[in-house]
């Protein structure tokens, strides 16, 4: 597939940008798990494009529709965690390769409580896996450093069990992580 192309088995990649460069990609997915849309667009150049199994997303305007209309039932009561890092070199940036496991660790309407702070047991089977994507992020050096250029989301497999009934935006309105002021 040309989106996960062959990776060599040593990548001449310099300690310090891969650090940085797999530091930059755990960041982004915490900005996701804490619904901080303005950092999340801001880690994308204004011209990313992101290959999603909902479909090609392109620049700023369109990377903010998609996470504000389409993404709002992949936030609340979802950790993301970014496995298996490999960086390789990449144009004038690089490139991480990575698995991203979507966690189910709560039902959406309890998130809010959880967030809260609250100690939760559950019986519906939680925490559970809900969501396994290879992923591909095309990163490039700007002045306040790592920005993803293109992002590919690559075949998923997905648990149906744990998906929400109504995936509208609408039906997590409330429901979403706050920032603290």
Not at 31 to 37: A, G, I, K, P, S
Not at 75 to 104: C, F, K
Not at 112 to 135: N, R
């Amino acid at each position: 597939m040309q989106a996960f192309p062959a990776i060599a088995r040593v990548s001449p990649v310099d300690a310090a940008d891969r650090a940085s460069a797999v530091d930059f990609v755990n960041r982004v997915n915490w900005l996701f798990e804490t619904w901080d849309v303005e950092g999340m667009i801001d880690a994308f150049t204004p011209d990313a494009v992101a290959y999603h199994f909902h479909g090609t997303i392109s620049g700023h305007a369109e990377i903010r529709h998609f996470f504000e209309h389409d993404y709002p039932y992949l936030i609340p009561g979802v950790s993301r965690h970014a496995t298996n890092h490999i960086v390789d070199v990449d144009g004038d940036g690089v490139q991480v390769r990575y698995h991203n496991l979507l966690v189910r660790h709560a039902l959406p309407q309890d998130a809010p409580a959880l967030g809260a702070g609250q100690v939760m047991t559950s019986y519906d089977g939680l925490p559970a896996i809900w969501l396994y994507s290879p992923m591909r992020d095309r990163l490039v050096r700007t002045p306040e450093g790592w920005k993803i250029f293109e992002r590919y989301i690559g075949g998923s497999t997905t648990n149906d069990a744990l998906t929400p009934a109504d995936t509208t935006a609408a039906a997590f309105e409330g429901l979403m992580p706050v920032l603290p002021d």
